[in-house]
Protein backbone atom coordinates (compact mmCIF):
# COMPACT_ATOMS: atom_id res chain seq x y z
CA UNK A 1 0.00 0.00 0.00
CA UNK A 2 0.93 3.52 -0.41
CA UNK A 3 2.36 6.01 2.32
CA UNK A 4 -0.42 8.26 3.56
CA UNK A 5 -0.08 12.11 3.38
CA UNK A 6 -2.32 14.24 4.76
CA UNK A 7 -3.79 18.19 5.57
CA UNK A 8 -6.06 19.37 7.90
CA UNK A 9 -9.00 21.93 8.08
CA UNK A 10 -11.13 23.49 10.31
CA UNK A 11 -13.67 26.36 10.55
CA UNK A 12 -11.18 28.62 12.71
CA UNK A 13 -8.95 28.76 9.35
CA UNK A 14 -9.09 32.31 7.72
CA UNK A 15 -11.17 32.68 4.57
CA UNK A 16 -8.59 33.24 2.11
CA UNK A 17 -7.06 29.56 3.74
CA UNK A 18 -9.18 27.49 1.20
CA UNK A 19 -7.19 29.18 -1.34
CA UNK A 20 -3.60 28.37 0.14
CA UNK A 21 -4.98 24.84 0.71
CA UNK A 22 -5.81 24.61 -2.26
CA UNK A 23 -2.23 26.01 -3.34
CA UNK A 24 -0.29 23.20 -1.03
CA UNK A 25 -2.34 20.29 -2.35
CA UNK A 26 -1.52 21.91 -6.23
CA UNK A 27 2.08 21.70 -5.34
CA UNK A 28 2.46 18.55 -3.55
CA UNK A 29 0.10 16.55 -6.32
CA UNK A 30 2.63 18.43 -9.17
CA UNK A 31 5.91 16.01 -7.21
CA UNK A 32 4.36 13.28 -5.61
CA UNK A 33 0.78 12.31 -7.66
CA UNK A 34 1.03 8.96 -7.53
CA UNK A 35 3.43 8.15 -4.77
CA UNK A 36 0.84 8.59 -1.96
CA UNK A 37 -3.10 8.28 -0.65
CA UNK A 38 -3.97 11.84 -0.13
CA UNK A 39 -6.22 12.76 2.50
CA UNK A 40 -7.79 16.33 3.42
CA UNK A 41 -8.90 15.99 7.03
CA UNK A 42 -11.41 18.59 8.25
CA UNK A 43 -13.58 19.55 11.22
CA UNK A 44 -15.67 22.36 9.81
CA UNK A 45 -19.21 22.76 11.15
CA UNK A 46 -19.92 25.11 8.49
CA UNK A 47 -21.47 23.28 5.21
CA UNK A 48 -19.75 26.28 3.04
CA UNK A 49 -16.55 25.26 4.02
CA UNK A 50 -17.25 21.51 3.91
CA UNK A 51 -18.40 21.87 -0.07
CA UNK A 52 -15.03 23.79 -0.66
CA UNK A 53 -13.37 20.98 1.07
CA UNK A 54 -15.03 18.08 -1.08
CA UNK A 55 -14.82 20.15 -4.04
CA UNK A 56 -11.11 20.31 -3.89
CA UNK A 57 -10.99 16.34 -3.36
CA UNK A 58 -12.94 15.55 -6.04
CA UNK A 59 -11.14 18.04 -7.98
CA UNK A 60 -7.50 16.41 -7.60
CA UNK A 61 -8.96 12.68 -6.81
CA UNK A 62 -8.33 12.61 -3.35
CA UNK A 63 -9.85 11.30 0.23
CA UNK A 64 -11.78 13.56 2.40
CA UNK A 65 -11.81 12.59 6.09
CA UNK A 66 -14.39 13.84 8.49
CA UNK A 67 -13.05 14.45 12.24
CA UNK A 68 -14.30 14.09 15.21
CA UNK A 69 -13.60 14.76 19.04
CA UNK A 70 -13.61 11.25 19.95
CA UNK A 71 -10.68 10.22 17.59
CA UNK A 72 -8.45 12.85 19.77
CA UNK A 73 -5.55 11.03 21.73
CA UNK A 74 -6.81 13.88 24.87
CA UNK A 75 -10.52 12.84 24.58
CA UNK A 76 -9.58 8.64 24.22
CA UNK A 77 -6.70 9.38 27.46
CA UNK A 78 -7.49 12.11 29.93
CA UNK A 79 -5.22 11.99 32.93
CA UNK A 80 -7.48 11.30 36.39
CA UNK A 81 -6.59 14.87 37.34
CA UNK A 82 -8.20 16.42 34.16
CA UNK A 83 -11.19 18.61 33.92
CA UNK A 84 -13.65 17.23 31.35
CA UNK A 85 -13.37 19.23 28.10
CA UNK A 86 -17.07 20.47 26.48
CA UNK A 87 -15.85 22.21 23.39
CA UNK A 88 -12.99 21.09 21.80
CA UNK A 89 -12.81 24.58 20.27
CA UNK A 90 -12.74 26.92 23.19
CA UNK A 91 -9.70 25.47 24.68
CA UNK A 92 -7.71 24.23 21.95
CA UNK A 93 -6.42 27.24 20.03
CA UNK A 94 -3.46 25.54 18.60
CA UNK A 95 -3.91 23.20 15.73
CA UNK A 96 -3.81 20.18 17.80
CA UNK A 97 -6.85 18.96 15.45
CA UNK A 98 -3.89 17.62 12.59
CA UNK A 99 -3.32 14.84 14.75
CA UNK A 100 -6.90 13.65 14.91
CA UNK A 101 -6.40 10.78 14.90
CA UNK A 102 -2.57 10.55 15.21
CA UNK A 103 -2.74 7.59 12.90
CA UNK A 104 -4.85 6.78 9.73
CA UNK A 105 -3.21 3.72 9.42
CA UNK A 106 -0.50 2.82 11.68
CA UNK A 107 0.82 0.34 9.04
CA UNK A 108 1.85 2.23 6.40
CA UNK A 109 4.47 5.86 6.44
CA UNK A 110 2.51 8.88 7.08
CA UNK A 111 3.24 12.44 6.67
CA UNK A 112 0.67 15.53 8.02
CA UNK A 113 1.55 19.05 6.37
CA UNK A 114 0.04 22.37 7.33
CA UNK A 115 -1.97 23.95 4.55
CA UNK A 116 0.48 26.89 4.35
CA UNK A 117 3.48 24.79 3.10
CA UNK A 118 4.38 24.52 -0.84
CA UNK A 119 6.20 22.42 -2.61
CA UNK A 120 8.54 23.54 -5.31
CA UNK A 121 10.31 20.35 -5.70
CA UNK A 122 11.01 16.85 -4.76
CA UNK A 123 12.47 16.94 -0.93
CA UNK A 124 15.15 14.60 -0.64
CA UNK A 125 14.66 13.69 3.00
CA UNK A 126 10.86 12.95 2.14
CA UNK A 127 12.17 9.89 0.34
CA UNK A 128 14.77 8.93 2.34
CA UNK A 129 12.21 8.58 5.23
CA UNK A 130 9.79 6.70 2.66
CA UNK A 131 12.70 4.36 1.80
CA UNK A 132 13.28 3.46 5.60
CA UNK A 133 10.73 2.13 7.93
CA UNK A 134 12.73 2.69 11.57
CA UNK A 135 12.42 6.81 11.31
CA UNK A 136 10.78 9.61 11.58
CA UNK A 137 10.90 12.63 9.99
CA UNK A 138 10.84 16.29 11.12
CA UNK A 139 11.01 19.99 9.48
CA UNK A 140 14.19 22.14 11.20
CA UNK A 141 12.78 25.35 12.85
CA UNK A 142 14.75 28.49 12.92
CA UNK A 143 14.05 28.90 16.52
CA UNK A 144 12.33 27.51 19.55
CA UNK A 145 9.10 27.95 20.03
CA UNK A 146 7.55 25.15 22.36
CA UNK A 147 5.42 26.74 24.57
CA UNK A 148 5.34 25.54 28.28
CA UNK A 149 6.74 22.41 27.15
CA UNK A 150 10.08 24.18 26.19
CA UNK A 151 11.68 22.13 29.14
CA UNK A 152 11.41 18.87 27.56
CA UNK A 153 13.41 19.70 24.57
CA UNK A 154 17.62 19.75 24.40
CA UNK A 155 18.84 23.82 24.17
CA UNK A 156 19.47 24.30 20.14
CA UNK A 157 17.21 22.38 18.89
CA UNK A 158 14.74 23.74 16.59
CA UNK A 159 11.84 21.57 15.47
CA UNK A 160 8.46 22.76 13.44
CA UNK A 161 5.34 20.39 13.66
CA UNK A 162 4.26 21.85 10.35
CA UNK A 163 5.24 19.12 8.74
CA UNK A 164 6.45 15.86 10.10
CA UNK A 165 6.22 12.10 9.41
CA UNK A 166 5.56 8.69 10.84
CA UNK A 167 7.03 5.74 9.99
CA UNK A 168 5.20 2.48 9.89
CA UNK A 169 4.73 0.98 13.55
CA UNK A 170 5.27 4.03 15.64
CA UNK A 171 2.30 4.66 18.06
CA UNK A 172 2.24 8.74 18.15
CA UNK A 173 -1.14 8.14 20.70
CA UNK A 174 1.34 6.56 22.63
CA UNK A 175 4.42 8.82 22.71
CA UNK A 176 1.41 12.32 23.03
CA UNK A 177 0.16 10.87 25.72
CA UNK A 178 3.30 10.42 27.59
CA UNK A 179 3.50 13.84 27.25
CA UNK A 180 0.21 14.84 27.98
CA UNK A 181 -0.82 12.47 30.94
CA UNK A 182 2.32 13.94 33.23
CA UNK A 183 1.82 17.67 31.69
CA UNK A 184 -1.83 18.31 31.82
CA UNK A 185 -3.05 21.50 30.60
CA UNK A 186 -6.36 22.66 30.08
CA UNK A 187 -5.62 25.54 27.15
CA UNK A 188 -3.14 24.57 24.30
CA UNK A 189 -1.66 27.47 22.18
CA UNK A 190 0.34 26.62 18.89
CA UNK A 191 3.36 27.07 20.67
CA UNK A 192 2.59 24.41 23.42
CA UNK A 193 0.91 22.03 20.04
CA UNK A 194 4.34 22.35 18.28
CA UNK A 195 6.42 21.58 21.70
CA UNK A 196 4.15 18.23 22.79
CA UNK A 197 4.32 17.36 18.84
CA UNK A 198 7.58 17.24 17.92
CA UNK A 199 9.17 16.09 21.33
CA UNK A 200 6.60 12.96 20.60
CA UNK A 201 7.84 12.45 16.83
CA UNK A 202 11.73 13.11 18.01
CA UNK A 203 11.22 10.37 20.15
CA UNK A 204 12.16 7.82 17.75
CA UNK A 205 15.04 8.57 15.29
CA UNK A 206 14.34 10.62 13.01
CA UNK A 207 15.45 12.96 9.56
CA UNK A 208 15.68 16.17 9.68
CA UNK A 209 14.32 18.55 6.65
CA UNK A 210 16.69 21.99 6.96
CA UNK A 211 14.48 24.80 7.04
CA UNK A 212 15.79 26.13 3.70
CA UNK A 213 14.04 23.34 1.58
CA UNK A 214 10.62 24.46 3.01
CA UNK A 215 9.20 27.92 1.20
CA UNK A 216 6.30 28.28 3.82
CA UNK A 217 3.33 31.36 2.91
CA UNK A 218 3.48 33.59 5.87
CA UNK A 219 0.94 36.17 6.54
CA UNK A 220 0.57 38.17 3.51
CA UNK A 221 -1.89 35.22 1.80
CA UNK A 222 -3.20 37.54 -1.08
CA UNK A 223 0.25 38.61 -2.08
CA UNK A 224 1.82 34.70 -1.41
CA UNK A 225 -0.79 33.72 -4.25
CA UNK A 226 0.19 35.54 -7.00
CA UNK A 227 2.66 32.95 -7.42
CA UNK A 228 0.37 30.59 -8.31
CA UNK A 229 -2.31 32.53 -10.28
CA UNK A 230 -1.45 31.65 -13.67
CA UNK A 231 -0.78 28.04 -12.75
Not at 127 to 148: C, H, W
Request: one cysteine or more; proline letters at 4%.
Amino acid sequence: MKPIFRWTYGDNCLPISIKVLEASVDSVLTFYKNEFDFYICYNCENQNKIDLIKSICKKYKIQDFKQTWSLSFIQKSKPVNYEPILKFHEYFTGSIWKICPPRIDISRHEIICDNDIIFFSKIAEVKQFIDRSDVNLILEDLSAFYGDFDFLHKKDTFFNSGFFGMCPGFDMEKHLNQVWTKYPKNYITYADEQGMLTKAITAKDYILIKNTDFPILQSDFAKSLNFFKNK
